[in-house]
Nanobody, 124 residues
């Protein structure tokens, strides 16, 4: 069992940056694959980025590739999402998710644990 708590969201102008954090409970954080998803009003939840359990491999949605960076600190039980060059279309509620094992997964269905979300709003 793992509990996830996101933080770091906020209001930023287009072109700005934010860093989201997701703190996880438990002693086996390094064995979980971690993902970030987002959901805008009236839209389905969509995959943003994923980092596997150690040895870590990252993967990004095309819409954020080159602008967002996912990373993890296993000693701190935390996964991060650095958001650079933000665009108004990045506005959404951002969720952290976890799945046991080293898995190359991008579907929300495959993640068993979710945080409550942190809001990112990008003004034009």
């Amino acid at each position: 069992q793992v509990q996830l708590v996101e933080s770091g969201g906020g209001l930023v102008q287009a072109g700005g940056s934010l860093r989201l954090s997701c703190a996880a409970s438990g002693r086996t954080f390094s064995t979980y694959t971690m993902g970030w998803f987002r959901q805008a009003p009236g839209k389905e939840r969509e995959f943003v980025a994923r980092i596997t359990a150690t040895p870590s491999v990252t993967y990004y949605a095309d819409s954020v590739k080159g602008r967002f960076t996912i990373s993890r600190d296993n000693d701190a039980n935390t996964v991060y999402l650095q958001l650079n060059n933000l665009k108004p279309e990045d506005t959404a509620l951002y969720y952290c998710a976890a799945a046991q094992g080293r898995r190359f997964i991008v579907r929300a269905y495959d993640y068993g644990y979710w945080g409550q979300g942190t809001q990112v709003t990008v003004s034009s």
